[in-house]
């Protein structure tokens, strides 16, 4: 059986990504909401039916575990998934627990969509773990946008990040959390923009590291192809060229960033 991985759009496939690396020997259901992106400037109730509909398909499909990419859906629906569904479901929520522990004395800008911002879920994390108010919020709804249309071009990006930013002392900041899965395509562009002193991070890596805990622990892996089916809004994509472009971006991106 496959893994389901799920976003409103492209942004999950940041952290399929990291699954290709980490558990190579499995099968993939993505799927895409693409009829109802961007998730992020919608209502809740909106967002909580797309979900929910979204995992019915999948589970249709035959899945063993989900990963709900997606911070905007994870703050929305993940308590329903859960009550509903028996196999494991992994969300994704802005990392501001590592950011506040790694931190030290410089503030942290967390980064996601509207509807993230706005829901219990964060304002609970928040009054969880900043207890010293070091921590801003910011909504970039429109990188949402650009990821969706394929814009890569560092110059757009980095000037729009500069243009949200205005007014901002860039230099208070030590770390930056990108809290929705399309942000990570843009972590080069954020590097640049605050310079080497801030740490960019996002939930990418810790959220392949669970699957794989969970999936161990339950005798869940598998010997697969590693294959991946994509699918936009139930419908199945006749070939993967779209999304392996996406793929291809963040390889690109990964091996600059070692260089
Ligand atoms: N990728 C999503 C997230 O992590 C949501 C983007 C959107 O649809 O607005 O929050």
């Known amino acids: 059986m496959s893994i389901g991985f799920f976003d409103s759009g492209v942004g999950g496939i940041t952290v399929l ?85 790694k931190n030290g004395s410089k503030r942290i800008l967390v980064t996601a969509t509207p509807l993230t911002l706005r829901e219990e879920k964060y304002q609970n994390l928040i009054a969880k773990f900043d207890k010293d108010h070091m921590v801003d919020g910011l909504a970039l709804p429109e990188l949402v946008e650009f990821a969706e249309n394929f814009v890569f ?33 843009y972590k080069d562009c954020f590097r640049k923009v605050f310079g080497p002193g801030t740490l960019v991070i996002d939930g990418g890596v810790g959220t392949v590291n669970h699957l794989k805990k969970v999936l161990t622990d339950r005798g869940l892996c598998q010997d697969a192809e590693g294959k991946v089916i994509f699918y936009s809004s139930g419908r199945k994509q006749p070939d993967n060229t779209k999304y392996a472009q996406y793929l291809k971006i963040l390889q690109v991106a990964n091996s600059a960033s070692q260089a």
């Open 17 to 101: 990504a990291e699954a290709l690396k980490q558990l190579p020997r499995e099968n993939y259901i993505y799927y895409a909401d693409t009829d109802h992106v961007p998730y992020g400037t919608k209502s809740k109730e909106q967002v909580k039916r797309f979900v929910l509909e979204a995992a019915e398909f999948m589970v249709a499909q035959g899945i063993k575990a989900l990963v709900v990419a997606c911070n905007t859906a994870t703050s929305i629906a993940i308590n329903d998934l859960r009550a509903k569904y028996s196999f494991p479901i992994l969300g994704m929520e802005p990392a501001v627990k590592p950011a506040v522990e």
């Open 153 to 185: 071009d560092s110059n757009i990006i980095q000037s729009y990040l500069l243009q949200k930013l205005e007014g901002y002392d860039l230099s208070v900041y030590g770390t930056v959390v990108l809290g929705c899965t399309h942000f990570s395509f």
